[in-house]
């Protein structure tokens, strides 16, 4: 199987490449590239003859979705990343992978195995996956949302909501003024929409803004505890779910 990776950091791509072959010898890399640009000239030339890109998101030029704006590609790829949440549960929707880095040799297994079945689907249906990720990945952040209050509505402004928590499968927006809006959208649904610089969504329940933080915890059964700014008066725990730690933290140090 011919391979081509495109990342931007030497170690990464040696570690990658070393794995590739602990895990599948008869795997060939055929080339490493760090920027878009590069990218592009290499996949107009050699593109039918690889059969698996492993695509990091930020490269030396930009991102790598800037790829797809000017040539289409048919072969299909497993995304690595460091952070991006929201990016990531694009790639589950459309059934295209990815890898959190560091990447464990476990995830990799997984990734190749499920790359064989979208393999299977054919290149045009893997092509047309792609086009709507990149769609609704690049799609404008929300920046209000519509709430009802008594007998008509207003909005909030999402640069003003501290924090998100769902209690009895209602929805709360709070807001820096100590107020609290009931909104109609889960929490899930909700996360997908709003920036992921500034927004993560810490467990089922729970969203918080970076900006509202003030002090993490370890907590207890390998859980971390997120200590809000002491003007907000929250009464609630915010408790990060064991599944989502190290992703948390890399969300923290971008």
Known sequence: MNVLIIEDEINAFEYLSGLLKKVE????????IDNVHESLNWLEKYQNETDLIFMDIQLADGLSFEIFNHIEVNTPIIFTTAYDQYAMDAFKVYSVDYLLKPIHKDDLIAALDRFEKLYNKGPNDQSSMLKKMIQNISKPKKNRCLVKKGGHYE???VSDIVFVNSEDSITFLHSRDGKRHIYSKTVENLFEELDTTKFYQINRSQIVNI????????????RLKVLMNPTLKSNSEFIVSRNRMSDFKNWMDQ
């Open 25 to 32: 010898p008869k795997i060939e890399v055929l080339a490493n």
């Open 155 to 157: 909005y909030v402004d």
């Open 211 to 222: 900006d509202a933080i003030h002090e993490v915890h370890p907590y207890l059964n390998q």
